[in-house]
C-alpha cells in the first residue's frame, strides 16, 4: 500500500489543472507556439498562478464527503455548497463551471434524490463527472465490481447521468485502480482483457462500449488465452508489443482529442500516460494538448501521481498550489479514512 494514496490523487489532480487553467480554451496550435513548461497565471480567465477549476474544486468536495463516510447526499450538498458558497474553490469564487453541472446544482438545490439530479440526454456527455471522480477510488478499491460501479454510477449520475459518461467513469476508475500496482502500458493491456467480461449483465453499458473501443481493441481475452496455452514465452513477448495492445497506443497527438467531451477527455489522458514515463511529462504532455487543457490537466495529473506518487510531483508546482495546505491537510483527513476502510476490509478477509 503506498504511504498516502489520496496525497497522490488530491495533488495531482490539483496540478495537472493548474497547469491547465491558463491556457485552456487555446487550440493546440496555439499553445505550440509557446507551450507550457511550467506553472504560469493569468491566460484565460485571469486568475495568479498555481489557480485550480472546478474540477478540482468537486473532486475536493467529493473528497471532504468520504472523510466520514460515503453519504450521497452529502457528497451532493458538498456540490450545492461550492457553487452558492464559494466552497473549496480556490479564492471564495467560482469562476468556471459547465453547462451540464450547473443544471444538475440547479436541480439539486430543489431536493430530491441526488442520483437523478444529472442530465440523461445524450448530448449531457461532457467530462464533468469524469473530471471529479478519483477520489471515488478510496471507496471502491476493496470492493467487487458490482460494488464499484454502483458506487461510481451514482456519484457521477448526480451531475452526469447518461450512461456513457458513468461508463467513462468506471474505465477510468478500474485503469486507476491498476495504476497503483502496474505501469501505465501494463494497466491498459489488462484493462483491455478483462473490462468487457466484467460488465456482464450491465448490457445498458455494454451498448456504449463502441464509443470506448480504441482503448479495447487490442488482443482479446479468448486470444490470450490460447497463447497461454501454447507458448509461455509468447506471452511475455506479445504483452507489450504494439499489435497487441489496443489502437489507442498505436496513435499520435493528431489521433487525439482533447476536447470537453468525456470519451475524448479518457482517450487523451490515457494516451498521456502511456507515452510518458514520469508525472511532469504526461500532465506537460496534457496540457499541450490545447483545448479542455484544465481536465485533461486534472485527469491525466490524477493517474499519474496514482501511478508515480506524490513524491514525483515538481516541488515548485506544488508550493505555487491555491490552498496548498488546506488541500494536504484534506488528504491526511482522507488518509486516515482509508486506513479505516483497510483495516476493515482486512478484519473481514482475515475472519472468513
Known sequence: MKSNICKDILIG???????????EFKSRETIAKKPVKGMIGYGTHNQPPGTWSDDSSLAFCLAESLCTGYHIDDIASNFVKWLDQGFWTPYGV???????THNAISNLRKGGDPVLAGETGIHSNGNGSLMRILPLLIQTVNLKFKERFKLISEV?????????????????MEYAKKLMHEDPRSALWTLSLDFSNELGDLTELEKEMVHFSRLFDGMTSSEYAGLRK??????????????????????????????GYVVDT??????????SNSYKEAVLLAVNLGDDTDTTGAVTGGLAAI??????????????????????????????????????HNQIYHTK
Open 266 to 275: 479518457l482517450e487523451a489522458s490515457i494516451w498521456c500516460l502511456i507515452n
Open 156 to 172: 457521477s449520475s448526480i451531475t452526469h447521468a447518461h450512461p456513457r459518461s458513468v461508463l467513462g467513469c468506471l474505465i477510468l
Open 307 to 344: 501511478c508515480y506518487g506524490y513524491d514525483t510531483i515538481p516541488d515548485k508546482w506544488v508550493n505555487q498550489l491555491a490552498r496548498k495546505d488546506d488541500i494536504l491537510a484534506l488528504s491526511e483527513r482522507l488518509h486516515q479514512y482509508y486506513l479505516k476502510l483497510n483495516f476493515e
Open 94 to 100: 467560482v469562476f468556471d463551471i459547465g453547462n451540464t
Open 230 to 259: 501454447t507458448d509461455r514465452k509468447a506471452i511475455e513477448a506479445t504483452k507489450f508489443i504494439d499489435s497487441a495492445m489496443p489502437s489507442i497506443a498505436k496513435v499520435g497527438a493528431t489521433g487525439i482529442r482533447s476536447g
Open 13 to 23: 489532480i490539483a496540478v495537472g489543472d493548474a497547469l491547465g487553467v491558463p491556457v
